[in-house]
């Protein structure tokens, strides 16, 4: 049974950081690719970060590039999201899922979800 548990969200102020994790049982990021999926409220969920089955090719979604980074701690078959320079506009569920491909304009093809974490920038 696969199993993607996502971790470290919270409130924080504009400017903060943050890290979330996700760990995978059932499955290894070996062979599958990760994404971190974001929905703000009202809005549709987009794609913010992805790296490759093995971790040899990453994608950041325009909004975050520069600011968030995605990595692969092969040991604990976990993926992290580093995210700093936080912006209110960042506040959603973030979501991590695995997919046997590495999609990075659509997410419905991914195939295993979490359940997702809050992530909040307030002022």
């Known amino acids: 049974q696969v199993q993607l548990v996502e971790s470290g969200g919270g409130l924080v102020q504009p400017g903060d950081s943050l890290r979330l994790s996700c760990t995978a049982s059932g499955l290894s990021f070996d062979e599958y690719a990760a994404a971190w999926i974001r929905q703000a409220p009202g809005k549709e969920r987009e794609i913010v970060a992805v790296?490759?089955?093995?971790?040899?090719?990453?994608f950041y979604g325009r909004s975050v590039k520069e600011r968030f980074t995605i990595s692969r701690d092969a040991a604990e078959n976990r993926v992290d999201l580093q995210m700093n320079s936080l912006e209110e506009l960042d506040t959603g569920v973030y979501f991590c899922a695995a997919g046997l491909a590495m999609e990075v304009r659509d997410w419905t093809p991914y195939q295993f979800w979490g359940q997702g974490t809050q992530v909040s920038v307030s002022s």
């Open positions: 790296i490759a089955r093995g971790g040899g090719l990453t």
